[in-house]
């Protein structure tokens, strides 16, 4: 295990998709609700994709700066998009990523290389890397 530096705590209740889930310190509140496209009531709750999604694009942003930090490349404007898809795998369900990196104003070759190297050093990169497909690309325009 690595030297621990900061643990969330979330907690789920109620009808797992369909419930809620908190954190410890009370920012998440969440209703949950199963997408309309996996036979769910959709509407305005989110789901445990949209969250995964929202972390890993974090994540990965973060990532992405320190590494361009790193090599002393100025990042402006920057984003970050997760896709998190969760479908059939088997007899069971899998989930699959797609990362879009924006980095406007570099050459693609650079933003390919900063992408590549944030990919390496992500902690979600790292935790999912083996268990599920993770699509990196980069974009400059």
Same mark, same amino acid.
């Given at each position: 295990?690595?030297?621990?530096?900061?643990?969330?705590?979330?907690?789920?209740?109620?009808? =797992?998709?369909?419930?809620?889930?908190?954190?410890?310190?009370?920012? /998440?509140?969440?209703?949950?609700?199963?997408?309309?496209?996996?036979?769910?009531?959709?509407?305005?709750?989110?789901?445990?994709? +949209?969250?995964?999604?929202?972390?890993? *694009?974090?994540?990965?942003? =973060?990532?992405?700066?320190?590494?361009?930090?790193?090599?002393?490349?100025?990042?402006?404007? *920057?984003?970050?998009?997760?896709?998190?898809? /969760?479908?059939?795998? =088997?007899?069971?369900?899998?989930?699959?990523?797609?990362?879009?990196?924006?980095?406007?104003?570099?050459?693609?070759? +650079?933003?390919?290389?900063?992408?590549?190297?944030?990919?390496?050093?992500?902690?979600?990169?790292?935790?999912?890397?083996?268990? /599920?497909?993770?699509?990196?690309?980069?974009?400059? *325009?």
């Amino acid at each position: 295990m690595v030297d621990v530096v900061y643990t969330a705590v979330a907690t789920a209740r109620g009808d =797992g998709r369909n419930g809620e889930v908190t954190s410890s310190d009370g920012v /998440i509140d969440e209703q949950l609700a199963v997408p309309k496209e996996m036979g769910g009531p959709g509407g305005e709750r989110t789901n445990p994709e +949209q969250l995964f999604a929202a972390g890993y *694009s974090a994540c990965f942003h =973060g990532a992405l700066q320190a590494v361009a930090r790193g090599a002393k490349v100025k990042l402006t404007d *920057s984003t970050v998009t997760a896709e998190v898809s /969760i479908g059939k795998d =088997g007899d069971a369900f899998g989930l699959a990523v797609k990362l879009e990196a924006y980095l406007p104003g570099l050459e693609q070759g +650079q933003a390919n290389e900063l992408v590549a190297q944030a990919h390496q050093v992500c902690p979600y990169s790292r935790a999912t890397r083996g268990n /599920i497909e993770v699509e990196v690309t980069a974009k400059t *325009s």
